[in-house]
């Protein structure tokens, strides 16, 4: 994720630190609830997580913790 991430940062001009955090709160949940990945047999991370943690045999709790589950966009726009 941090090349994508690099890429990013790359394409964007940032007005101040409130509109970086903006947009890439944006890019973020895209990435990881919109956006499937071929890699991931074309889920999206979070659907491949939550398929992780419901398939037999998974160590609970090996998965890195999400810190904010619960992000919304509320109307932001690119």
């Known amino acids: ?5 690099t890429k990013c ?3 964007e001009i940032f007005d101040s630190l409130d509109d970086a ?3 890439l709160g944006l890019w973020r949940y895209d990435y990881n609830h919109i956006r499937p990945h071929s890699s991931l047999g074309n889920k ?4 491949a997580r939550r398929a992780l943690e419901l398939s037999e ?4 709790g090996a998965l890195a913790q ?5 992000y919304q966009p509320k109307g932001l726009s690119l």
Do not use: I, V
């Open 57 to 60: 045999g998974s160590a609970h």
């Open 1 to 5: 994720m941090a090349a994508c991430a």
């Open 21 to 23: 955090r903006r947009k």
């Open 9 to 11: 940062l790359n394409e």
């Open 66 to 70: 999400a810190q904010n589950d619960n």
């Open 44 to 47: 999206t991370p979070a659907e």
